[in-house]
């Protein structure tokens, strides 16, 4: 095969793949911009409240996803290598520890979301709100860690555009309900934030279901039941090997993350909601960078699988580059969105002065998480290079940008702009770091047994 024709290759596969998950992402992101968009149509406490509450889930998530993404890891390589019997016992490894995650943050949210809602606002008028939401909403938290592994699955084993139309499928449905539960609509009555939390849950039921019922066609991977109830000692190792350094990684920045959004609920309404807005218009932009990120750990994964560790590194420098360009065209995109943004939302004044500045800020944060997720959640986790971003994380976001806005926002009282500058220090300070990382190439390596 010619140069040319191994890069049109290249870029078509990264297109096949990048494309069905950008796509899922996207629809994931839009139901927090519907909850957003609905419940602050109704109130604004109403929005801020839900947007604190769902930081819980924002923290299982992470967890969920250091676990799915270890199996992505592994996966990855062992499909690219065709030895299907290793990845189903992966997919068991992987469901047994997410169905534990799940149950813990369903028992709190349930029986205990006062004390979780406290963790975020000190403000009562919120908590309340938020203790509704969390009452229904933490049913659906017991079913998301199953549902993940199989839609990662699907991916793995390149059915990502069938995982793609059942999460899509269930976005569209769960803001749907949006409307019919929190408006009330067809005679049901006007619900607020609970009708939010009840579409949240009929859609992650329908979700698991639909899942269930595809990976028992052909060609699709199903967790064989004895290997649920047996332990492959060999893979575990390696599986929990990979996952520490994930796990570490995701806590650090879950708990790092949903601190940000505890300090701007600390720091008034008006802040807090300012935030709530600029945290769905980042989580939206940042869905294309997402979907590079999963690509380029299937495409570089596949091919150090295979033992082709010279391909893998030549796509892996050329996925290195893609997410600069992928960082610029993220800043240009939310600059554009802003003055429509701050036209259509609903917010007092103040908010939306303190809304504006926090746009900026994130434009050109949004250059280096770009480049930080596809490089790191990317390339360096395809050949299992997953300790960096541990070690990234404990001292660039905890050793600089927690303890700064931790002191901004309790000890100094800035200004929530102040504050919010702080929160985006850590992704953009990580830059050098990660390009000289890139270049010692210790993700270059095949983990297959």
Known sequence: MSDRSKDRFFFRKLLVLTLPMAFQELMLASVAAA???????VEQNMMTAVSLATQIQFIQNMIIYTIVSALAVLGAQYWGKGDRKSLNDIFCTGLRLTFVVSLVFFAGCVFFPSYLMRIFTNEQVLIDLGVKYLRIAGWSYLLTGVTQNYLRIMKLTEHQTM????????????IFGNAVFIFGLFGVPQMGVMGAAVSTLIARIIELAWTVAMSFRRDYIRPRVRNLLRINKALSFDFIRIL????????????????????MGHLGTDAAAANSVAAVVRDLVCCACNGLAGAAGIIVGNELGKGDLEKGRKYGTRLARISFICGGASTVIILA???????????????????IGMMIITAFYMIGRCVNTITINGVFS??????FDFYSLAIVMWGLAVPLAFLGTFVFHWHPLIVFGCTCLDEVGKIPWVMLHFRKYKWVRDLTR
Request: proline content about 3%; hydrophobic content about 55%; cysteine-free.
């Open 35 to 41: 909850d957003a968009i609905m419940l602050g149509n």
């Open 163 to 174: 995982a793609a139309v059942i999460s899509s499928t269930a976005v569209l449905i769960n």
């Open 244 to 263: 520490l350094p994930l796990l570490g990684a995701g806590l650090l920045w879950g708990v790092g993350f949903t601190s940000y959004s505890a300090f």
């Open 337 to 355: 969105l802003t003055p429509a943004l701050i036209f259509s939302v609903r917010l007092t004044e103040a908010a939306k002065h303190v809304l």
């Open 382 to 387: 395809a050949g299992g290079d997953t300790a």
